[in-house]
């Protein structure tokens, strides 16, 4: 290997795992930077004119974290598709990240939000969708008190808060590399065996190791030895890390783990915004799990910003004591915007008529092709990558075998591989979440767009070997 080669962001260890040649992808990468810049002009002026007045050039600075020269500018989004302000249509297996993950703009969603508009939308009062929803909700999730929210962050954020309330415990328990939004609370990881804040961390002026234990996902021991202080108000988890990297639930693992849970008298809340892609009544529903609290963000309000967490019987009644025992004033838990008029329609809607039974079995069938798809073109290609599926959901990983823990799916990445696939994909029509390799499969996705899918995904690996 040359020098050159050496100081290439592509002298990585997936890169060198997989046998290829870092000059060569050094060339590919500049040749799709290229042909994205040509194709684009209109996003390019877009993007110039933004740079003048949103940090990083953009209303979010997540939009610049594509893997494109410059932020792609949307003019539409349909179904399982996007298209561009070039005019360019591709099939979207991103889908906002989950929050389309039943596709753009449902019929019966855009329905229920126009006539709410038209009725109004927001006015700190309950509406007449709130009691169907909570009936649903409580059916449908096998949880009986519910509250909603604008976005899994502040529910997830607001659930601790009633947590540590109801039990008087401090203490919080995550797993190593987990996400749960923007809650600063979450934001330790295992550096060395050891629980330290997270470096990209901005603006954090508390210790947060002081109140949340970090242990690696599938590591019992681990967890038994935190929860056997007896100060752990809750363990936060998602049933099936997603953020990291897929990393499933070892057999026997969760049955284990409630057990020690509940034996040390903590309580155990499940971050389902992403699993809920594991069927209608999302993964814990599916795999017989029995959590004190579910937080559902994103998708279930049909694209429209929206969430909501449920309690158990016994912790409802511990966080409404918690709540008049309380001195008079604000609790600190909820928005104004929460539980907006606009909000409980889309949700009504979506949970009534998109996200019903017939949509995940296409969705699961689909994404079962999908998986299927890739495993057969990485296998002609002789990479050692594995992939991993949760019901419509999949990615493809740069490992031989799907990880065990946070540490392991972390060690995976790719880096700059993963941003030369994600953008020669994106030249090819398809879009694939921009974080990691993850892709999605919403109801409007059908055959033609697999075949497109799995074709275009074996000219790029063609094209990663040169």
């Known amino acids: 290997m040359t020098q050159a080669a050496e100081s290439t962001p592509f002298a990585a260890p997936a890169v060198q795992r997989a046998g290829f040649d870092p000059a060569h992808l050094a060339a590919l990468a500049r040749a799709e ?13 877009l993007a110039s004119r933004s740079a003048a007045h949103w940090l990083f050039g953009v209303p979010l600075h997540w939009m610049n974290d594509w893997s494109t020269p410059f932020a ?24 906002g990240d989950t929050g389309a993950m039943f596709g753009h703009a449902p019929p019966a969603v855009v329905a229920a939000v126009c006539a709410q508009v038209a009725r109004g939308s927001t006015t700190m009062l309950a509406s007449a969708d709130a009691a169907w929803l909570g ?26 808060r009633w947590i540590r309330a109801a039990t008087g415990r401090r203490r919080l328990l995550v797993f190593n590399g987990c996400y749960h939004g923007t809650v600063d609370d979450v934001f330790v990881d295992l550096v060395d065996g050891r ?15 002081a109140t949340t234990a970090v242990v690696e996902f599938n590591d019992l021991d681990a967890l038994a030895r935190e929860l056997e202080r007896g100060d752990v108000a809750c363990v936060l988890a998602e049933p099936v890390m997603t953020n990291i990297g897929m990393v499933l639930p070892a057999p ?47 998708p279930i309000g049909g694209g429209v910003p929206c969430a909501v967490y449920g309690f158990s019987a016994e912790l409802a009644e511990r966080a409404m004591r918690a709540k008049r025992e309380a001195p008079p004033g ?43 798809g890739l495993r057969a073109a990485i296998a002609q290609a002789h990479l050692p990558w594995c992939v991993t599926q949760v019901g419509a959901r999949c990615e493809f990983q740069f490992t031989p075998h799907p990880p065990r823990t946070g540490s392991e799916a972390d060690a995976a990445h790719g880096g700059a591989l993963e941003q030369l ?7 090819r029509g398809v879009l694939i979440t921009p974080f990691h390799n ?17 074709a275009s995904f074996a000219e790029v690996l063609a094209a990663l070997r040169g």
């Open 72 to 95: 792609l500018h949307v003019a539409s989004a349909q179904g399982c598709r996007v298209t561009d302000v070039d005019g360019h249509d591709r099939i979207d297996f991103c889908l």
């Open 195 to 209: 629980p330290r804040q997270r470096d990209s961390l901005l603006g954090q002026v508390h210790d947060l190791t």
């Open 33 to 45: 930077r290229d042909h994205y810049i040509a194709a684009h002009p209109r996003a390019r002026e």
């Open 252 to 298: 026997g693992y969760w049955d284990a783990a409630q057990q020690l849970i509940r034996r040390h008298g903590a309580m155990l809340v499940l971050d389902e915004t992403h699993t809920i892609s594991s069927g209608p009544g999302g993964y814990a529903r599916a795999h017989d799990l029995q959590p004190d609290a579910l937080v559902l963000g994103k």
């Open 135 to 160: 009936e649903e909700l409580a059916r449908r999730f096998d949880l009986p008190q519910w509250q909603a929210a604008m976005s899994a962050s502040d529910a997830n954020r607001f659930v601790l």
């Open 438 to 454: 993850m892709l999605l499969a919403c109801p409007q996705t059908g055959e033609a767009e697999v075949a497109q899918l799995l």
């Open 330 to 372: 604000h609790s600190g838990i909820g928005t104004t915007l929460s539980a907006n008029m606009l909000a409980l329609a889309a949700m009504r809607a979506t949970l009534a008529e998109v996200a019903t039974d017939a949509a995940y079995a296409h969705m699961l069938a689909t994404m079962t092709r999908v998986a299927d």
């Open 421 to 427: 696939i994600h953008l020669a994909l994106l030249n």
